[in-house]
């Protein structure tokens, strides 16, 4: 933690005559997408499982709907998760989500792998800039932004994700600070969660509720200086995430929802989570984005550590 | 005296319908916009892209490092100042100060009157003097500056009564205050 609060005093002492960037990788700053633009985002997410690579890949299309108003929609598919939910759950034993939804066994595994990738989820997402106070190379921002997700896989956690992996609905704010070298973003919002629910048997499965809250970082490495709209621009960010999410539930065949004692999974938890990452932006249009995910304070039970992000994103103008 | 000559409104009205054949030839060349709250090209590129939407406008020239949009006016389509900004406001940013350069026929113009410029009813608040047939004018209005620098106007605008009704001026198309 301390090599992580040392790494990011240096991006900002770095280079100290840079403007600041808020084109966050994984946090949406409080600004929107100008009115009438259309930005079409790929987001390939990679990481290691029981020694089998898994693989997100997400669309997201947001479009500027007014000018302080935007929508996105992203659909998301992976090879992660399996349309049941896992036997754990109902049983005796411990619940094990280290093959994470593939069946219950080495053997479901390798089944699994054979055939791997499917529709995880349909987001809708909001956000509406309510407070503009903008200056010269600075601005103060905030935003409400909210989301709505359906899930077409299960989900076994306490913590609901709903970028992919969770039907339910969040409410938030952003807060995004802009003076000279320095941008920081604040999120906080609220997870209400919905339960996975297996029609064969009867069974379900519902996340906790939760808090999400980021901290976002970023400044301009390069260039110092302007010249063009075609100069390279390399942006470096700094991104804590993380959730604080209630006790997940289950529900028998016989109709009872219950706790699941013990099991690191499915209790309560928070964590936090650090993000560094790179950014180019060419022709001022398009942007690819390169982060990593590492545990910082606590750790996501939803996914193994290092996970890699891969984000290509073109911006249209009506 | 002649009735119409009454009152000394009547007499600025006729005036200022004087101008305004006198006028109506003068046009708005170009502009000069200073945004504020943009911070990095893809924002500036947003801003120019959403000023090029407007038919009026014949070329943006953005400067990257000062956020200075150039704006140049196609001569055959009718030039709406408020447009300008309002499309710096949807591309999500503020307009920090908007000048515009007008060509025109006349010297002098006294202050506190209504002109037409274009389909622009423009109040200028001041005697100007104009040598070279341009007149470069910064516009006043809480959509053309940056809210410390409104606040101070506004005080000063509040006996100001023009709209875009009050004038004379049939085929205007919009009202704003301006000063040098």
Redesign the interface.
């Known amino acids: 933690m301390q090599r992580c609060l040392l790494y990011i005093f240096l991006l900002f002492i770095a280079v100290p005559t840079a403007?600041?960037?808020?084109?966050f990788i994984h946090n949406n700053p409080a600004?929107?997408?100008?009115?009438?633009?259309i930005a079409v985002r790929t987001i390939s997410g990679l990481y290691k499982e029981d020694g089998y690579l898994r693989f997100r890949q997400g669309l997201r299309v947001g479009f500027?709907i007014?000018?302080?108003w935007q929508m996105a929609v992203e659909v998301s598919f992976s090879n992660h998760n399996h349309p049941g939910l896992i036997s754990e759950l109902f049983g005796d034993g411990t619940v094990d989500h280290s093959h994470h939804n593939h069946g219950s066994g080495e053997g479901d595994i390798n089944e699994e792998h054979l055939h791997p990738f499917q529709l995880n989820g349909i987001t809708l997402s909001s956000q509406y800039?309510f407070f503009?106070?903008?200056?010269?190379?600075?601005?103060l921002r905030a935003a409400t932004y909210q989301v709505l997700s359906t899930n077409f896989t299960t989900h076994n956690f306490a913590e609901p994700n709903l970028q992919h992996r969770t039907a339910g609905a969040t409410v938030g704010l952003i807060g995004t600070w802009?003076r000279n070298k320095f941008?920081a973003s604040l999120r906080l919002g609220g997870i209400y969660s919905l339960a996975s629910h297996e029609k064969e048997t009867g069974r379900a499965f519902k996340p906790g509720n939760a808090l999400e809250y980021a901290l976002s970082l970023g400044y301009?490495a390069f260039p110092t200086?302007?010249?063009?709209?075609q100069?390279l621009?390399i942006n470096f960010y700094a991104e804590f995430m993380g959730r604080w999410f209630r006790r997940g539930l289950a529900r028998d065949t016989d109709g009872i929802w219950y706790y699941i004692e013990n099991s690191p999974e499915t209790d309560p938890g928070r964590y936090l989570e650090f993000r560094p990452g790179l950014q180019f932006?060419l022709n001022?249009?398009m942007?690819a984005d390169f982060s990593t995910a590492l545990p910082f304070l606590g750790r996501s039970y939803t996914m193994d550590y290092p996970q890699f992000q891969l984000n290509l994103q073109y911006?249209f103008?009506r | 005296m002649v009735p119409i000559f009454a009152s000394f409104r009547a007499l600025v009205l006729a005036v200022a319908l004087l101008f305004c054949a006198q006028w109506s030839s003068a046009q708005f060349q170009s502009a000069t916009i200073v945004v504020d709250g943009l911070t990095c090209s893809m924002c500036s590129y947003g801003v120019e892209r959403s000023l090029r939407k407007l038919e009026f406008v014949d070329d943006v020239q953005m400067d990257l490092n000062s956020n200075t949009a150039q704006v140049s006016f196609r001569t055959d389509r009718e030039v709406m100042i408020t447009a300008l900004a309002k499309k710096v406001t949807d591309a999500g940013f503020s307009v920090r100060s908007l000048q515009a350069t007008a060509s025109i026929e006349h010297h002098s113009i006294p202050g506190d009157i209504d002109y037409l410029i274009g389909h622009s009813v423009c109040h200028f608040l001041e005697s100007v003097d104009v040598p070279e047939g341009q007149l470069v004018m910064t516009f006043i209005g809480k959509e053309f500056m940056d809210k410390r620098a409104w606040k101070k106007w506004r005080a000063q605008l509040a006996d100001q009564k023009g709209s875009l009704q009050s004038t004379a001026f049939l085929e205007a198309r919009e009202y704003c205050f301006v000063t040098l």
């Open positions: 403007p600041a960037q808020e084109l600004s929107v997408l100008p009115r009438d633009a500027g007014l000018s302080a800039r503009t106070s903008d200056g010269p190379n600075r601005h802009l941008a301009l200086r302007y010249k063009s709209y100069q621009n932006i001022s249009r942007r911006l103008f």
